[in-house]
């Protein structure tokens, strides 16, 4: 049998309560410093969750301040649009069938004094009126209703 010295065998537990204290103290120090930068972490990224979220809201308030200046240019756009056809339509309704035939007719007696004008010397060279040599040019035409209206 072996005798041991019980003054080392009751050191040995000693020391190694020991080394376990100072590993758990090691531990616990760790697992605190982990604790502290999770902890540190967490309060950066909500920190950055608030900027992005008020970010967000400010690109929606300037998305919704847009779309209603767009709304509403449109309208003014349409109502000018509007305006322009509106007075489109009252000048085409001024235009009458009685205007467009005034016009016609003023238009074919100018041309026939235009070329009655231009006649005289063929009427002198044929020793007829001018209006003969006239009349004999512009027979089957519209011209020729309006002189004999005119005669």
């Keep these: ?32 410093q982990k604790e502290k930068e999770l902890a540190g972490q967490l309060q950066q990224r909500e920190f950055i969750e608030n900027i ?8 929606q308030e300037k998305n919704k301040a847009d779309l209603e200046l767009k709304q509403k240019e449109t309208e003014i756009y349409m109502q ?10 009252q ?14 007719s003023f238009s074919d007696k100018a041309l026939a004094e235009k070329m009655a004008e231009s006649m005289a010397p063929l009427a002198i ?17 519209v011209i020729e209703k309006v002189l004999q209206q005119n005669t």
């Design 1 to 32: 049998m072996v005798l041991k010295n019980p003054s080392t065998d009751d050191k040995r537990p000693i020391e190694i309560q020991k080394q376990l204290a100072v590993s758990l103290a090691n531990l616990e120090s760790t697992i605190q």
């Design 52 to 59: 992005s979220a008020s970010e967000l809201r400010v690109l």
């Design 80 to 89: 000018q649009l509007a305006a322009e056809v509106q007075a489109v339509v």
């Design 91 to 104: 000048k085409a309704s001024a235009i009458s069938p009685d205007l467009v035939s005034a016009l016609q």
């Design 125 to 141: 060279l044929g020793g007829k009126s001018v209006a003969d040599v006239f009349s004999n040019l512009l027979k089957g035409t």
